[in-house]
């Protein structure tokens, strides 16, 4: 069975940073289009960072590029977030869709285009 676990979520002040992680179970994180997205309250989920299968190539929204940084290792994807503002406070979902092997598969932030999620992890940004 597949699992996507998430932590590191919690209560920041605008300006601090956070990490989250998602530990991947019955799945191969460091083979997969990984991704993060983020439902802000009142709002739809919107993918903010992505991570391509078999080149690793990266990619963020505008909205988080120079602040997020999105990594992967040990079948674990991390997100470091910098310079938070309120504007960041929502729910982080890690998702994951199927590589194929030998093949570049490019990332995207859509989410139709995932296959596993975890639960979510709630991230406050308040002073």
């Known amino acids: 069975q597949v699992r996507l676990l998430e932590s590191g979520g919690g209560l920041v002040q605008p300006g601090n940073s956070l990490t989250l992680s998602c530990a991947g179970s019955g799945i191969n994180l460091d083979s997969y289009v990984v991704g993060w997205f983020r439902q802000a309250p009142g709002k739809q989920r919107d993918g903010i960072s992505c991570i391509s299968s078999g080149d690793d190539t990266t990619y963020y929204h505008d909205s988080v590029k120079g602040r997020f940084t999105i990594t992967r290792a040990t079948n674990t994807l991390y997100l470091r977030m910098s310079n938070l503002s309120p504007e960041d406070t929502g729910v982080y979902y890690c998702?994951?869709?199927?590589?194929?092997?030998?093949?570049?598969?490019?990332?995207?932030?859509?989410?139709?285009?995932?296959?596993?999620w975890g639960q979510g992890a709630q991230v406050t940004v308040s002073s």
């Open positions: 998702a994951a869709a199927e590589g194929i092997p030998d093949i570049i598969v490019e990332c995207t932030l859509r989410d139709y285009e995932y296959d596993y």
